[in-house]
């Protein structure tokens, strides 16, 4: 499974963003995916997380009520639709495909990283 994130870039603080993960090789539709974020000088970090068929989904603290997850298993693609954005939001965001946590180490397969900076 090879995994490409896009959509990031640079906001004004209290904009919007809609990141998006396309998935080749192997076809993600059994997998959990999940989206974290690294800061520099920071450990990557969970964001969110939705399951194989997208009936359960798991957000940060920091990100609920903002952000939402979503994905189409026919388009081989996730998303994250980022509303409100915040400066403390400034990170790499990662997408990865493995077992439905929160946890980093479940997941197995990453794609690279697609910066989101917010400005105050």
């Known amino acids: 499974v090879q995994l490409q994130a896009s959509g990031g870039g640079l906001v004004q603080a209290g904009g919007s963003l809609r990141l998006s993960c396309a998935a080749s090789?192997?076809?993600?539709?059994?997998?959990?995916l999940g989206w974290f974020r690294q800061a520099p000088g920071k450990e990557r970090e969970f964001v969110s997380a939705?399951?194989?068929?997208?009936?359960?989904?798991i957000y940060s603290d920091s990100v609920k009520g903002r952000f939402t997850i979503s994905r189409d298993n026919a388009k081989n693609t996730m998303y994250l639709q980022m509303n409100s954005l915040r400066p403390e939001d400034t990170a790499a965001y990662y997408c990865?495909?493995?077992?439905?946590?929160?946890?980093?180490?479940?997941?197995?397969?990453w794609g690279q990283g697609t910066l989101v900076t917010v400005s105050s």
């Open positions: 090789g192997r076809a993600i539709s059994n997998r959990a």
């Open positions: 990865a495909a493995g077992v439905y946590s929160s946890n980093k180490s479940t997941y197995t397969y």
């Open positions: 939705i399951s194989w068929n997208g009936g359960s989904t």
